[in-house]
């Protein structure tokens, strides 16, 4: 949760849908609603991100004010009296989510993230069974050159709903600030602006990606993600370096699809370029899933046993012949700190060497 101010913690009243509530100082209307379970739609907002106030789904009316203000951007204050649901912003909520639609193609049944998109969920909700404002059809020709992209991801303007969450993410989270804004009204897109004033580009962690809430940045390389609720969500911890980061591999028809940011962890969510992207290796045709030996200048493939027998004979042979310091282990960062525990411990206690080193060294 992102607050407006955090510096003063007094407890605040307010009456929320007819009931007290208590409140502290620096928490927005969401904030609140939320920690009591009351439901107000957003789009723009993510709890990762300070508030953007750009969708204006989340519209409430407080008592004594003369227009609907959004919840997320605004702070609580004593004796407020707050309504989060009436006619009239169900109306509002409607109207603003068709205007929204605008800018967005009508066509779910195609999408990858069908079953896992924000803005379907609240079409679904708020029941817009149709678009009755002219559609603008966005072409990458008003813009006069080709959409923003990576090597690693893609952006489709015709499907932006201008929420802001990409560049915030790309300030807030990975800290590098480079995507703005560009145009004006139903031209506007989301642009790089590398280098940046501070001479900073684009890292490739996608952390705008992960924060988009429709599927308009793209993994540019990416299989198809399979329906959402066919998907398996199956959390791990990324292998490639000693962090450690928190992650869910999404499984569908026993391939992993993609990897999504998991909130808990080391990470609280943030993830670099080779956690979120480097996971095709799992599926590779070539990823190698027994062990090999080499006969006769040929590889064969055997058991574990095979495998560890012959090994463990090469090294008595190795230590009987030259001694236990011709023997050398280097163990590796994509183990557990257990793993690397025992594997020192081999080298030392069982082969008789201290030649142990970790590839996290080199
Ligand atoms: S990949 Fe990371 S650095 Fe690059 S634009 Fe997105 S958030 Fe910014
Ligand atoms: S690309 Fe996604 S996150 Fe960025 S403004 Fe468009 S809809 Fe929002
Ligand atoms: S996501 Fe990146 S930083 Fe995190 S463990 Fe994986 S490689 Fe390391
Ligand atoms: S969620 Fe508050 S304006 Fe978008």
Request: hydrophobic share 35%; net charge neutral; aromatic share 6%.
């Amino acid at each position: 949760m992102v607050t407006l101010r955090t510096k003063e913690l007094r407890r605040i009243h307010l009456t929320l849908d007819g009931k007290p509530v208590l409140a502290r100082s620096g928490q927005t209307i969401l904030d609140v609603a939320r920690e009591n379970d009351v439901y107000i739609p957003t789009l723009c907002y993510s709890d990762k991100l300070r508030p953007l106030g750009t969708c204006r789904m989340c519209l409430v009316e407080i008592e004594g004010t003369a227009m609907p203000v959004t919840s997320c951007t605004t702070p609580v204050s004593e004796g407020m009296v707050v309504h989060t649901d009436t006619a009239n912003l169900d109306n509002l909520r409607r109207e603003n989510l068709k205007l929204i639609l605008t800018r967005h193609p009508y066509n779910c049944p195609s999408c990858d993230i069908n079953g896992a998109c924000e803005l379907q969920d609240l079409v679904y909700r708020y029941d817009i069974s149709h678009q009755d404002m002219h559609a603008y059809q966005i072409k990458p020709a008003d813009f006069g050159e080709t959409p923003w992209a990576t090597p690693l991801i893609t952006y489709h303007p015709r499907r932006c709903i201008l929420c802001g969450r990409c560049v915030s993410a790309c300030t807030e989270i990975a800290e590098v600030g480079v995507l703005a804004y560009k145009g004006r009204g139903s031209d506007t897109i989301i642009a790089s602006t590398e280098p940046n004033e501070f001479g900073r580009e684009c890292i490739s962690c996608g952390e705008c990606l992960a924060s988009c809430p429709v599927d308009a940045l793209v993994e540019a390389n990416g299989q198809p993600k399979g329906k959402a609720w066919e998907t398996k969500k199956v959390k791990t911890i990324c292998t490639y370096c000693g962090t450690g980061c928190e992650l869910i591999l999404n499984v569908s028809g026993n391939k992993v699809t993609h990897v999504s940011p998991s909130r808990g962890g080391v990470n609280q969510g943030a993830l670099c370029a080779k956690g979120r992207f480097g996971y095709d290796f799992i599926n590779h045709k070539d990823r190698l899933r027994s062990p090999m030996i080499r006969r006769d200048g040929y590889w064969e493939e055997v058991n574990w046993d095979v495998a560890l027998d012959y090994v463990a004979d090469k090294f008595a042979a190795i230590k009987q012949r030259e001694g236990a310091d011709a023997l050398a282990g280097l163990s590796s960062a994509r183990c557990t700190n257990e793993e690397n525990y025992l594997f020192q411990k081999l080298f030392r206690g069982v082969l008789g060497t201290n030649n142990v080193d970790h590839c996290a060294r080199l």
